[in-house]
């Protein structure tokens, strides 16, 4: 099967968007969640420094007229969660015309991750807005959940979320993904499991969506648990509602290590707009994006 992007020109023509505000390892700008409204770039990101120095200590989304320049318009921080770190946010503009900002939260003192909501009528205003928690845990209880992926499909709210056990004290990097549906976007019932890593493989540890595009999907994995952060990009493709990982991946990989969070978002005149987070040179994560055809 050929592969439904131009992996050559991802990575030969991308541009940077954002580099990390320390360029040192653990120090990042990247978990991108993009939204293209009214002739309006909107992308949400997580901003890291390395551990014992803040971890994830602000989601910010800006905007853009080009997908490559932003202005900062909202920034919301770890502290206002009373959490250790958050990750990758999920931007949502509701078909109601509203804005929902998913935030991924560590509970502090522990491995565990849950999922709170804001939302508001602009962007603007989100920051302010009375933060909800909508997921504590994965189809297991206790079981940590953080990176949702969230669409709509007309009818009702789709999310795909990293779920880590947490049985195993040495083993919480592991991961799967998990699908859930809700009415409202706001409770969710888990349904089924979507993505597993395949044993012996470059993804054996861990599978997580990063971005779904109709029946087709970008997937962050690892092999080892040396690899967690330095994930690298596989694509699966969806058959009804089972997901398959496509031999011969990880289809995407920085040449300096990880390519993760990738997030697309398809244009009227059929062309893709993707930003992903990419390791540097230095060890560094730093934000790019892409424009390729569709």
Request: glycine fraction near 10%.
């Amino acid at each position: 099967m050929s592969l439904p992007l131009d992996v050559d020109r991802f990575l030969a023509d991308a541009a940077l968007v954002l580099a990390p505000e320390d360029p040192r390892p653990g120090s990042w700008a990247g978990g991108p969640s993009a939204q293209f409204v009214a002739g309006t770039w909107w992308v949400a990101y997580r901003l890291r420094r390395p551990v014992g120095e803040g971890r994830g200590f602000a989601n910010v989304v800006a905007r853009s007229t080009d997908g490559v320049h932003l202005t900062p318009v909202a920034t919301v921080l770890r502290e206002s969660f009373a959490c250790d770190s958050l990750e990758r946010p999920a931007l949502v503009h509701t078909p109601e015309g509203r804005w929902r900002l998913y935030v991924s939260c560590a509970t502090p003192g522990t491995k565990h991750w849950r999922v709170d909501l804001l939302e508001a009528d602009t962007v603007e205003a989100l920051p302010t807005a009375a933060a909800r928690t909508v997921l504590t845990s994965g189809p297991v209880p206790g079981s940590a959940v953080k990176d949702p992926v969230i669409r709509h499909d007309g009818s009702r709210w789709h999310l795909w979320a990293s779920v880590h056990p947490l049985d195993d004290p040495d083993a919480t990097d592991r991961m799967t993904t998990e699908h859930a549906v809700s009415a409202d976007g706001v409770a969710w019932t888990w349904v089924d499991t979507a993505l597993t890593g395949t044993p012996g493989e470059w993804d054996a540890r861990g599978v997580r969506f990063a971005a779904v595009l109709g029946d087709w999907a970008l997937y962050d994995g690892r092999a080892t648990a040396e690899e967690n952060w330095e994930e690298r990009t596989g694509i699966a493709v969806r058959d009804g509602d089972t997901w398959t990982a496509l031999p011969g991946g990880p289809h995407l990989q920085g040449p300096d290590g990880g390519l993760r969070y990738a997030d697309a978002v398809p244009l009227p005149g059929g062309d893709v707009r993707w930003f992903f987070e990419i390791t540097r040179p230095d060890g560094a994560h730093e934000l790019r994006t892409v424009l390729l055809p569709g």
